[in-house]
């Protein structure tokens, strides 16, 4: 088929290129200048394991190119892609600024019969706004096609992207329309043929699905979280708790790990965004809206636990050794990243940081430049010169493991913190050194 995607981002590009990988000719639209040079070297502008070597090999076969306007990429195309970015606006409801200029371009650009796929997350309506928006333009035009707007929300993690796009769950499809769905069941065939994945059900539920599934995930880490607290508080370890809890079927394992907080490009604004769905209704989201603010609290608890140990002659003047700035391991994203949180309030109380990430420096660059007070150093021991204390905010697999003997001599406070619980409380402490994790009590 003739696929156009709209949006190179995440999303799109893992979309873009997997649909190329399995013979489909691929146009990818992005307005970025920056993303669309490197796409067209066949440079993937972010990190995402797997995906270079799938735009490179696709590029190279001619099944996919790039482009910068809707007007070259769309004609010809059976269907379309939206995977533009829908920020949180400060009342937490998305942005949809990107997704409606989209819809218009479409409306001001096709040229034949059309599906319209509505893959970014957004809110209940939006592919009846996206349906009105592009009819508005074919009638201003004053030309007939047949175009129809379809959900479908997207579930892949960064990190495992190509994996979770190919082998997911799940595939959803929000549409009334038979022939559309029929066109969606051809492209997805190739991805839907160990078992029957694809789930078609009305716009409004699909739409709606996409929040559920992530607000639920974030609501097990904020309740992790705040069991963390009061297992400090009362002198339990929530390590085992989880362990005692996962066991059972009827909760599992996945997802119940306390923390630094969780981040990301898709947590933190998609539990928003429900919540602001729920007040638009005539509703107060009571759950979800605490989901948020135990999170908001929880990625203040890093700092607050280095500022309790560094009471006595406070932060100013101190060094402290960051490992991780990516909100998750395997990949470069820093959008709500615990680490800015952490970073931001040690550098306010007065303290130096030396920050570290396997695959995150550029974007850290591009997050705080030059900053007084902050070094973006080249590996994970040069962060530890002349540092008083260590906190891990990610748990890239590179963390797991260090010689603790070797921290005990480096750092000049002997302490570390884990904001992860990567390690084994003994252990550390084995070597010297003093150990606060999360809900460790
Ligand atoms: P992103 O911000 O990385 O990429 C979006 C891209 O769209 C940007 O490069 C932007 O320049 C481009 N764009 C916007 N309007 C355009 C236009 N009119 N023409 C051409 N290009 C345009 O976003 P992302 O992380 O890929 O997420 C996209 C959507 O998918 C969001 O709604 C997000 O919530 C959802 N989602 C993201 C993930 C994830 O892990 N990142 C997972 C599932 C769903």
Redesign the pocket.
């Known amino acids: 088929m003739r696929v156009t995607v709209?949006?190179?981002?995440?999303?799109?590009l893992v979309t873009a290129a997997c649909f190329a990988d399995v013979g489909n000719t691929v146009v990818c639209?992005?307005?970025?200048p920056q993303?669309i040079a490197a796409l067209r070297k066949a440079q993937v502008p972010?990190y995402e394991p797997g995906l270079s070597e799938l735009v490179a090999r696709n590029a190279q076969a001619s099944r996919m190119r790039f482009v910068?306007?809707?007007a070259q990429g769309l004609p010809g195309a059976q269907v379309c892609f939206i995977?533009?970015?829908?920020p949180p606006l400060p009342s937490g409801q998305a942005d949809m600024s990107?997704v409606r200029?989209?819809a218009a371009?479409i409306g001001r650009c096709v040229d034949g019969p059309l599906v319209v796929v509505q893959?970014?997350?957004?809110p209940v309506g939006t592919v009846a706004m996206v349906q009105g928006i592009i009819d508005q333009e074919l009638a201003a035009r004053g030309v007939q096609h047949w175009v129809r707007v379809v959900s479908n929300?997207?579930?892949?993690?960064?990190g495992s992207?190509i994996d979770d796009f190919t082998r997911g769950d799940r595939i959803v499809l929000g549409s009334r329309d038979e022939r559309a769905v029929a066109v969606m069941r051809e492209l997805y065939r190739p991805f839907n043929r160990n078992h029957e994945k694809i789930m078609v059900m009305d716009p409004a539920s699909s739409e709606l699905t996409?929040y559920a599934a992530n607000t639920m995930l974030a609501t097990r880490i904020s309740f992790m979280n705040e069991l963390a607290r009061l297992a400090e508080a009362v002198g339990a370890d929530i390590e085992q708790v989880r362990l005692g809890m996962g066991v059972d079927q009827r909760i599992g394992s996945h997802f119940l790990y306390a923390g630094a907080g969780y981040g990301?490009?898709?947590f933190p604004?998609?539990v928003k965004a429900l919540a602001f769905m729920a007040r638009e209704a005539g509703l107060r989201a009571e759950l979800t809206e605490a989901v948020d603010s135990v999170n908001q609290r929880q990625k203040q608890r890093m700092f607050e636990k280095i500022a309790a140990h560094f009471a006595a002659d406070g932060l100013r003047g101190k060094t402290i050794a960051v490992w991780g700035l990516a909100f998750k391991p395997n990949t470069d994203?820093m959008r709500d990243a615990p680490a800015i949180d952490l970073i931001e309030a040690l550098l306010a109380a007065g303290a130096r940081v030396r920050a570290f990430d396997p695959v995150a420096m550029e974007s850290a660059r591009r997050l705080w430049g030059e900053r007084e007070g902050l070094e973006l150093v080249a590996d994970a021991p040069s962060a530890l010169e002349g540092a008083d204390a260590l906190a891990v905010v990610t748990e890239w697999h590179a963390f797991r493991s260090p010689d603790f003997e070797q921290l005990a001599r480096s750092l000049k406070a002997r302490v570390v913190f884990d904001g992860r619980n990567l390690w084994e409380p003994a252990s550390v402490r084995a070597a010297g050194l003093s150990y606060h994790g999360i809900g460790r009590g």
Not at 83 to 86: D, F, I, K, P, Q
């Open positions: 709209i949006g190179a981002g995440y999303v799109g639209v992005e307005r970025d993303r972010f910068e306007d809707v995977a533009v970015g829908t990107q200029g989209a371009e893959k970014s997350t957004a929300p997207e579930f892949l993690k960064e992207a996409k990301g490009s898709c604004k998609d994203d």
